[in-house]
């Protein structure tokens, strides 16, 4: 497809678990975002690629948050140790100039 | 410290009534850019607009059109003649260009209920 998807689309983890999410930006997308949006808010902002180059991640909340995209491709936001405060809606965005376009997201409930 | 403020948190509109959403933002940067993003329940934020902090001209979208005035902070948008089609959330963002990257920065939201 065209658009950005994000793989899987739920994920249950036990607390305490690691987990991986995956985002396929739209091909030949230089710049790559991660959001986090908790329920009833708007998105807020975690990690930036360039190509390969994580350029900012100001906004991982805690350093159980790892993102990487080894190829300038798909990227991966892992979150290790998962705590309940960690559900939310991961979605990812990809964008050639300003304009930002979002994948369906990843919704993770911590149990 | 929250720089765009979304103050409506619902509007409940009859079909074929317009409404208007509005948002305020806080930037000290003079060149930024404004944008709205519409999400339906499916969850996926669609792209609507952007605008750039020079170009102050309204700009109209079928049934969609959008209010900037730099002078009160305000980039607002209209939904006339409103259909069911329409419910979803809609975000207003800003991107500054002194911070990193073209990150956006979003408002809470507008959950817009259109009931036939």
């Known amino acids: 497809g065209a658009g950005v998807s994000q793989s899987p689309r739920y994920k249950v983890a036990k607390r305490g678990q690691d987990v991986a999410l995956r985002c396929d930006p739209i091909?030949?997308?230089?710049?790559l975002f991660w959001y986090q949006q908790a329920l009833g808010q708007g998105p807020e902002f975690l990690t930036y690629?360039?190509?390969?180059?994580?350029?900012?991640k100001s906004g991982l909340p805690s350093d159980r948050f790892f993102a990487e995209r080894p190829e300038g491709s798909v990227s991966t936001l892992k979150i290790q140790r998962t705590q309940q405060e960690d559900s939310a809606v991961y979605l990812c965005?990809?964008?050639?100039?300003?304009?930002?376009?979002f994948g369906p997201g990843t919704r993770l409930t911590v149990t | 410290a929250q720089k765009v403020t979304q103050a409506q948190t619902e509007i409940s509109v009859v079909e074929k009534e317009d409404v208007t959403l509005d948002c305020v933002y806080e930037?000290?940067?003079?060149?930024?850019?404004l944008f709205w993003y519409k999400q339906p329940p499916s969850g996926e934020l669609v792209f609507l607009i952007r605008?750039?902090?020079?170009?102050?001209q309204n700009e109209i979208s079928g049934r969609y059109s959008w209010n900037f005035q730099k002078s009160t902070s305000s980039f607002n948008f209209t939904i006339t003649a409103s259909q069911v089609v329409d419910s979803a959330v809609y975000f207003c963002?800003?991107?500054?260009?002194?911070?990193?990257?073209?990150?956006?920065?979003f408002g809470a939201g507008t959950q817009v209920v259109v009931t036939p």
């Open positions: 965005a990809s964008s050639l100039a300003y304009e930002q376009y």
């Open positions: 930037t000290r940067d003079t060149t930024y850019y």
């Open positions: 091909s030949g997308h230089v710049s």
């Open positions: 690629f360039q190509n390969e180059a994580q350029l900012d």
């Open positions: 963002a800003l991107s500054e260009t002194t911070d990193s990257w073209g990150k956006l920065q």
């Open positions: 605008r750039n902090s020079f170009d102050e």
